[in-house]
Nanobody, 115 residues
Framework: QVQLVESGGGLVQPGGSLRLSCAAS????????VGWYRQAPGKQRELVAI???????NYADYAKGRFTISRDNAKNTVYLQMSSLKAEDTAVYYC?????????WGQGTQVTVSS
């Protein structure tokens, strides 16, 4: 069982930045991948970015150039640095971890981009 706790969400103005954190209950290096997903009201959950165990990164097209996923192995934490935020980035952001065939989710953190 892997527990994931997200933090760092909040209200930010358009053009602003936020850094989300996802703290895992165990070593993130034991996970096949850790990713960030988001779900806006009335929409399906969608991928934002993933960091694989190998360190390979994958981003959704809308995230490229604005969002950066990274990890701190010592802290068992994965981060999502978001910049140049837009109103359409408003969503609940979820952390996701994959171990073998098992998939784990955090409780989510709300990001609201509004003036």
């Amino acid at each position: 069982q892997v527990q994931l706790v997200e933090s760092g969400g909040g209200l930010v103005q358009p053009g602003g930045s936020l850094r989300l954190s996802c703290a895992a209950s165990g070593s993130i290096l034991s996970l096949n991948s850790v990713g960030w997903y988001r779900q806006a009201p009335g929409k399906q959950r969608e991928l934002v970015a993933i960091i694989a165990k190998s360190g390979n990164l994958n981003y959704a097209d809308y995230a490229k150039g604005r969002f950066t996923i990274s990890r701190d192995n010592a802290k068992n934490t994965v981060y999502l640095q978001m910049s140049s935020l837009k109103a359409e980035d408003t969503a609940v952001y979820y952390c996701n971890a994959v171990v073998g065939w098992a998939v784990f989710w955090g409780q989510g953190t709300q990001v609201t981009v509004s003036s």
